[in-house]
């Protein structure tokens, strides 16, 4: 996780002239477990900040406005929430009191970026979930700079929606092969979904870790080749995983 989010600065710097700290970069998890990834950035801004970088008012900006994570099962989506904001508070110290981190939301990513044009008809009068979708609709509304995280993996995919589906299809275009049920995995809707969201927004990075079939796998030529289309540069460590 370490090495993605310096990886990430390291090509924001390159490609971007921008780093993570710099304001207006939106980073998103959209699948975020118990905030790993977020938890990460947060601390290594720290380091920036220890070495005199940054300040603590840049590291406050982006806990405040520019960190969005998304989490559908509602015990990681809580313990995420204590784990990010326990760490900015520790970052923060006895400046603000504890805050809470506003930027995640309860959401099914595929689901809530279909429903996206709806949304806000589609708003509950519930207390807690009226405040769920305005998180969610003022995440859909700023521009994302880097998608991070580690994609969840399953070959027996449930996430069957329509939106999906029409993505993937691309991965899937012109393939005369026996069993092509393995670009349905998971991992492969959520790099479909990233290449999306960036193309979406016109610029950025995206940063996982993953299953490695996609990069040689004979069923996936058209997905490397999509994603060669989509990306100016792609930077592949491959630890030989699947």
């Known amino acids: 996780v370490d ?3 310096h ?13 993570l700290a710099s304001k207006d970069v939106h980073i998103l998890d959209p699948f975020t477990g118990t905030g790993t990834f977020i938890v990460q950035t947060l601390t290594y801004l720290k380091e920036q900040m220890d070495a005199g970088e ?15 994570a998304n989490e559908i099962v509602l015990l990681s989506y809580y313990i995420a929430a204590i784990n990010i904001e326990a760490t900015f508070d520790e ?19 595929f689901e809530s970026t279909e429903t996206e044009e709806t949304l806000t008809e589609e708003t509950l009068d519930d207390d807690y979930f009226g405040t769920n979708d305005e998180r969610l609709k003022r995440q859909q509304e700023v521009p994302i700079t ?3 995280g580690n994609p969840p993996y399953a070959v027996s995919s449930t996430n069957k929606g329509e939106w999906i589906q ?30 999306h969201f960036i193309a979406k927004n016109g610029s950025g990075v995206l940063a996982y870790i993953s299953n490695n079939s996609f990069i040689d796998g ?25």
Do not use: C, W
Not at 7 to 19: Q, T
Not at 91 to 109: A, H, K, M, S
């Open 3 to 5: 090495f993605i989010v």
């Open 7 to 19: 990886s990430v600065d390291d090509v924001l710097k390159k490609h971007f002239g921008k780093s």
């Open 54 to 68: 940054i300040s603590l008012s840049d590291i406050t900006r982006k806990f405040m406005k520019e960190l969005h």
């Open 91 to 109: 970052i923060n110290g006895e400046e603000e009191g504890y805050v809470p981190f506003e930027g995640i939301v309860l959401t099914d990513t």
């Open 146 to 148: 880097a998608i991070i």
């Open 166 to 195: 029409n993505l993937i299809a691309d991965y899937k275009k012109d393939l005369n092969e026996r069993n092509i049920q393995p670009l349905s995995d998971d991992y492969i809707k959520f790099i479909r979904f990233g290449q």
């Open 218 to 242: 004979i069923i996936h030529r058209q997905m490397r080749k999509n994603l060669l289309e989509s990306f100016d540069s792609i930077y592949i460590l491959d630890l030989h995983g699947n």
